[in-house]
């Protein structure tokens, strides 16, 4: 568990952060958070500027280097670009064109690796080794995992959290749910705290069920932020077997229903690695008040509209 105290010092020393909002959808008792509105379009800011801020001079001074499948390196870039130093982001072939624009916007030069999200992690680790660079975990770092755990106390500011049933929060590498679980169980022991991903890509579900990740056949999935095996012995995977009360899995014919539904409900454009909560927060039986975290928007148009286009026809039927 990631101490409070470091929660409440990433937020505190993460001044250019953005407070996103929360809306309130009375018919299903979901509130949402919308991550998609901060800067850079994901929460993937908040872990990498916290991280970045708590490095010495000479370790920005010599050039970063992550993986990212789009929203982290995004973070990275900006954080870099703003603390006066460099990033090279390693991503896999098959990531938005839309991320791959943003993160060369904020000045990251991007290399791209054939063979997935795991494949360019690898190769990123090696060439930060190799070259004397320092590394950004996506997920695997204690202030990378206390800054997105800013973003549980943000909402404690801003909902009666001691009415809420449960949260649910999307999950790839774990990062912002064991931040967040970990503020949570500190401050609200009695709220459920669920992670969700693609059935497609269940990697940490089988993790936090005693499985091997050897054993996951990976398809591809809309929520593609969420995608790929995560590094062995990373410190998320015993954070949420501890923290979390289970990680569910929602199907992609459930993210793009999310998609469709998010926008049709409150004109918000969110990727599919944020829906996966929408969907898994639609279906659930909690009767209480329950937060939903909406953790990007980065979504390309050529996948957007066809899905909003999909919805309406299915609706004429």
């Given at each position: 568990m990631i101490p409070i105290e470091w929660i409440e010092q990433a937020r505190a020393r993460m001044t250019r952060i953005e407070k996103t909002p929360v809306?309130?959808?009375?018919?299903?008792?979901?509130?949402?958070?919308?991550?998609?509105?901060?800067?850079?379009?994901?929460?993937?800011?908040?872990?990498a500027l916290n991280k970045l801020l708590t490095l010495q001079d000479w370790e920005l001074q010599r050039g970063l280097v992550t993986a990212s499948a789009g929203n982290h390196g995004q973070g990275v870039?900006?954080?870099?670009?703003?603390?006066?130093?460099?990033?090279?982001?390693?991503?896999?072939?098959?990531?938005?064109p839309v991320k791959l624009a943003a993160m060369r916007a904020y000045g990251a030069e991007v290399r791209l690796v054939e063979g997935g999200y795991?494949?360019?992690?690898?190769?990123a680790m090696q060439y930060a080794q190799e070259h004397e660079l320092t590394w950004i975990s996506p997920y695997n770092d204690a202030q990378v995992v206390a800054g997105?755990?800013?973003?549980?106390?943000?909402?404690?500011?801003?909902?009666?959290?001691?009415?809420?049933?449960?949260v649910f929060l999307p999950v790839g590498g774990g990062g912002l749910l064991a931040g967040s679980a970990s503020a949570i169980r500190q401050r609200y022991p009695q709220v459920k705290v669920f992670g969700v991903q693609s059935s497609a890509s269940p990697f940490m579900q089988v993790l936090f069920h005693g499985g091997n990740q050897g054993e996951v056949i990976e398809e591809p999935s809309l929520a593609e932020g969420l995608a790929g095996a995560i590094e062995p012995y990373a410190i998320t995977i015993p954070m949420i077997r501890a923290l979390?009360?289970?990680?569910?899995?929602?199907?992609?014919?459930?993210?793009?229903?999310?998609?469709?539904?998010?926008?049709?409900?409150?004109?918000q454009?969110?990727?599919?690695?944020?829906a996966v909560s929408v969907a898994a927060a639609l279906q659930s039986e909690h009767t209480g008040p329950i937060v939903a975290v909406i953790t990007g928007g980065n979504i390309e148009d050529t996948v957007f509209q066809p899905i909003l286009a999909q919805a309406s026809a299915e609706d004429r039927q």
């Open positions: 809306t309130w959808d009375s018919q299903h008792r979901i509130y949402f958070k919308w991550e998609n509105q901060q800067q850079t379009g994901s929460f993937k800011r908040r872990g870039a900006l954080a870099a670009r703003e603390c006066g130093t460099k990033a090279i982001v390693f991503s896999p072939l098959d990531t938005p795991v494949a360019a992690e690898a190769a997105q755990g800013s973003l549980a106390l943000e909402l404690f500011d801003q909902i009666d959290f001691k009415t809420v049933e449960a979390a009360d289970d990680i569910l899995l929602v199907n992609e014919a459930d993210i793009r229903a999310a998609i469709s539904w998010t926008w049709n409900s409150f004109s454009k969110i990727e599919g690695s944020a």
